[in-house]
């Protein structure tokens, strides 16, 4: 081939090249199938974390009151006793929320000191929204462009998540350790002996109410709530009126009459685990 021949297919290969790039087609291969699926999996992964983070932190914190009845009519009623296993459930929700978990019980005179934990509240932290992907139909250096924008923009969200996972693992390991060292402090009062000559439910309703108006440090107003396992028979003050001001009432007394709760909106259990299962479920809820 000689040199004309050689000039004539330089000239053609660079009409070739403008003519593309008039066009506006990239010669540049699109993204791969691969590359797009990882970085959707990302995408979901870091939405999922965000919306579960934004979930914890809409959740109120929650005050629990429960009362136990230790009197000798318990005998009788048919309830099964209260064991650690029962209240577990409400103390690793309350771990998870913030929020104070204080028990007594209901004896001759209930208005005693209360054995009793506060959780912290979750720290909290202002997350951004995940950006949507890159719409892969543009051209293949538009999507590149569009791309280095994206994980510009999840790169500050993904060290949010994680500095946010590491702060409440360090919570729950701190959590953990309030837990082992109440737990022995609620045995206690769980094998307390049901010989008390008298139902003082008065005592133990203006105790809950002392608890209940205590002043808050939260950073919003927590939810409350009580929990009666006895079988509502008030035996001191039986004309007083009932008041206990909390969003809901849990009672367990294994009969069909309320007692001194029936002037009370309640629900009503048949064991305490039920209530327990219950109230756990609830605290976790962003409506009880």
């Known amino acids: 081939m000689n040199r004309k021949s050689n000039l004539y297919l330089f000239l053609v290969a660079i009409a070739v090249m403008i003519l593309n790039g008039c066009s506006g087609k990239s010669t540049s291969s699109p993204p791969s199938t691969e590359n797009k ?43 099964t006793p209260t064991s650690m296993s029962d209240i577990e459930p409400v103390l690793n929700s309350l771990s998870r929320t913030g929020g104070t978990i204080a028990l007594g019980t209901i004896c001759d005179r209930s208005n005693q000191p209360l054995v009793r934990q506060t959780f912290p509240q979750p720290p909290h932290v202002n997350i951004n929204t995940v950006p949507e992907m890159p719409n892969e139909d543009t051209n293949a250096l538009e999507y590149d462009k569009e791309l280095t924008e ?80 006895t079988d509502g028979v008030e035996t001191l003050n039986k004309k007083q009126p009932v008041k206990l001001n909390v969003n809901k009432i849990f009672l367990v007394n294994g009969s069909t009459e309320s007692g001194i709760f029936q002037p009370l909106a309640h629900e009503r259990f048949e064991s305490p685990n039920a209530a327990f299962t219950t109230l756990a479920a609830s605290i976790l809820k962003l409506e009880p």
């Open 37 to 79: 699926d990882s970085i959707e999996a990302i995408n979901n992964k870091l939405k999922t974390s965000v919306e579960e983070i934004q979930k914890k932190q809409a959740t109120p914190p929650n005050i629990v009151y429960i009362g136990i009845d230790r009197s000798g009519s318990m005998k009788d009623v048919g309830i």
């Open 150 to 229: 994206y994980d510009k923009k999840i790169i500050p969200i993904e060290s949010q998540v994680k500095k946010y996972n590491e702060n409440i693992g360090k919570l729950d390991r701190e959590n953990q350790e309030r837990i082992d060292a109440l737990k022995p402090q609620i045995q206690k009062l769980l094998e307390q002996p049901q010989t008390c000559q008298q139902t003082d439910i008065q005592g133990a309703i203006r105790r809950a109410n002392v608890l209940f108006a205590e002043p808050q440090n939260w950073s919003v107003n927590p939810r409350k709530f009580a929990v009666f396992i």
